[in-house]
């Protein structure tokens, strides 16, 4: 079983930054793939961007390539998504998720492939 943490978001501005975590309980961190997923008001839940942990390989959605950035830390069994100049269409509940084990990335990430999820945690941009 993969448990997954989040933390981080919150209100912020438009064009301001924000940083989110999310820890993964799991020995064999190495071997998933972790995605973020946003849901808009009143939209479906998107992916937004993707990494294979083992080697870093990352996937981005057109809408945030150039100012999202996915990152982990292998040592803390943790992974990041960080986010510069938001807009007020980032807003959202975003989720991490993972796919069981060795079980590759493929974009766009579909949600039925993710069997471990994250509680959520909300984001709003404010214009």
């Known amino acids: 079983q993969v448990q997954l943490v989040e933390s981080g978001g919150g209100s912020v501005q438009t064009g301001a930054s924000l940083g989110l975590s999310c820890a993964v309980s799991?020995?064999?961190?190495?071997?998933?793939?972790v995605a973020w997923f946003r849901r808009a008001p009143g939209k479906e839940r998107e992916g937004v961007a993707a990494m294979w942990v083992g080697d870093g390989t990352s996937y981005y959605d057109d809408s945030v390539k150039g100012r999202f950035t996915i990152s982990r830390d292998i040592g803390q069994s943790t992974v990041y998504l960080q986010m510069s100049s938001l807009k007020p269409e980032d807003s959202g509940e975003y989720y991490c998720a993972a796919r069981p084990a060795w079980q590759t990335c493929i974009w766009p990430p579909k949600i039925n492939d993710y069997d471990y999820w994250g509680q959520g945690t909300q984001v709003t941009v404010s214009s």
């Open positions: 799991r020995t064999e961190f190495l071997s998933h793939c």
